[in-house]
DNA sequence: TTGTAGGCGTTATCAT
DNA sequence: ATGATAACGCCTACAA
């Protein structure tokens, strides 16, 4: 059984006051005691109950991390990064994977929440949804700690965003292709969460500003988007069917990856033929030849201005409730537009 | 504020036990109080304290999740797929990516037990070390909890080892490169992790089986392993040095990518000229052209035998100490010998 | 500088 | 079936 601070302070023969104020840190005691205390904890290993720490402090530093899937590229890193910044700042991240349904989610965040957590991270746009009923169980865990949206947006008290402006920066991915006379593009993607929305919607502002119709040119994918053979056969079909393309506008690089694998299956070049472009800037863009050119939605700054806000809302100040990078073309090899 | 179990309590018009009870589903309630209690417990929205229930109970259905850097691509998945098993089992995770400091590993690995987890899991074979003294803490550690290894082995009790022969593995997948003819092969390595050893062991053995030293044949990339582009390089001053190959075993998918790359500058054609294998199957393999054969490790099989086991040494039955998967080849487009 | 005692929110063991 | 009440292990005024 593991040791109390009773029975510390049984064995070095003061109480238990004293022995928490070493545990804390604290300035009123003599070297001497601290010492014997030490020794003491040292000698039997103590570590004090976090569960009876937790319940007295209201809290433990600890945050909950909420992310669809982790297997996710993308999720992944971002974890990684908010893990890594957390841990910095002296928190601690309780992770959990929800995977994309609503009621699971509910009752995560319920649960995370019951163990009183200081924060709570919610990584990925798809945690944000088109109907105030469906985003109803955000506001009320807002009431209780602030609520941390990562790539995502939603205004209401206690929520904080964090995000890439995704809409502007497609609208400029492009219009760069459109002014390389890059005009028979297609757009690939495959979530329809808050950012696909957003990316959506900046590619058709591109267009339509040059009066295109985007609506024939966007094709939704619905397959497990790392199955780059089946995404290169959702490609092969579009072109089957018909359409003419020279051009790939993708919301993620598993799609731009599809192109490419399409593009090398019929022998078309790329870029002289085909231009492709991802999103994201994985490590997949730099892993086929030529290599992907991408966007890089600058998760690491994200993830870094996220926890810094966190860490401000915690400490009592004031915090911006919405904070917007813009994104930055990676150009590689799979274009031709020069920046 | 957060609710009570004295709030509710008292809105309900019953004492707190009562509460508990419904709380805890236990039988003794009438339906009708019943009723009451879980009306109001709806109303508030009320969640039991965790800390609060956690001192009580002695166990939060926690396990802590430890992992040197979960935006590696194989021990994102593996904790993808842990948490998933954990979940489906009524635990939660608590995750630490600790880096590959020992000290720093140490320090987490106490924080988390302080956190009074009901058992804890090392991901990767990155935790296990080749002397004693550096596996201490994880002795210490099981004397408190469960500790379970994933994908390395270390034989103490209370200590459970579920992994892949990957000795076995390289050793097959070496022969098959020999008995194809491809016998000027080199090895490419970037971790002396204790599987990075095992692999080793294993290609060493195929290779002074037939009378060839391996010694001049292996290589190890120090740099960070999914800079593609590194390894690229590092393959090419391989070739520089005068080293002739015609085939490329390696440790990691990436290492396996890098060699790919080094291929298409030099226009090497694969396999014909050039055979190729990765380890671990990722979706790295499937992104480039030709598709890279890799060793599949089975880590979706190896998380659910893990979790499987800690659930069953947590109810008190007698679990194998250590479990062991073979590896499976998947074969793709850079290697021309068939099954 | 040190010790005493009350409180944190549950669960569980008694009674009733 | 229900209600008091004592743990659980720690923190922190308040006293000494």
């Given at each position: ?245 020279n051009g790939v ?14 593009a090398?299956?019929?022998?078309i070049?790329v870029p002289?033929e085909l231009e492709i ?63």
């Amino acid at each position: 059984m593991s040791m109390t601070i009773y029975d510390i302070s049984k064995k070095a023969g003061v109480s238990i006051a004293t022995v928490s104020r070493v545990l804390n840190g604290s300035s009123n005691v003599s070297p001497a005691t601290r010492k014997k205390v030490n020794d003491v904890i040292e000698q039997y290993d103590y570590t004090p109950n976090a569960y009876a720490r937790g319940m007295g402090l209201g809290s433990l530093k600890t945050v909950g991390i909420l992310c669809a899937d982790c297997s996710d590229l993308f999720l992944a890193k971002a974890v990684y990064y908010l893990q890594q910044e957390l841990q910095a700042q002296g928190y601690e991240a309780l992770l959990c994977c929800t995977g994309y349904n609503l009621d699971v989610k509910k009752n995560y965040l319920n649960l995370i929440l019951s163990k009183k957590v200081d924060g709570i991270v919610l990584v990925g746009s798809n945690f944000i949804a088109d109907t105030e009923a469906e985003n109803k169980y955000i506001m009320d865990a807002s009431a209780q700690v602030p609520i941390m949206l990562l790539n995502a947006a939603f205004d209401y008290p206690n929520v904080y965003s964090i995000l890439c402006d995704d809409q502007g920066t497609m609208t400029e991915v492009t219009n760069k292709f459109l002014d390389a006379d890059c005009t028979d593009i297609i757009y690939l993607y495959n979530s329809l969460s808050y950012s696909g929305r957003k990316k959506m919607k900046g590619f058709k502002a591109a267009l339509n500003n040059r009066g295109i119709n985007a609506d024939k040119r966007m094709f939704f994918f619905e397959g497990k988007s790392d199955d780059v053979n089946a995404v290169a056969d959702f490609v092969q079909e579009i072109a089957d069917k018909g359409v003419k393309f020279n051009g790939v506008v993708c919301a993620e690089d598993t799609m731009a990856l599809g192109a490419m694998k399409y593009a090398m299956r019929n022998d078309i070049k790329v870029p002289e033929e085909l231009e492709i472009i991802g999103y994201n800037d994985s490590i997949l863009c730099e892993c086929c030849t030529p290599e992907i050119t991408s966007v890089d939605n600058r998760l690491e700054t994200q993830t870094h201005q996220l926890v810094a806000t966190l860490v401000g809302v915690l400490s009592g100040e004031e915090m911006p409730a919405r904070t917007i990078f813009s994104g930055r073309i990676v150009e590689r090899k799979t274009t031709s537009f020069v920046e």
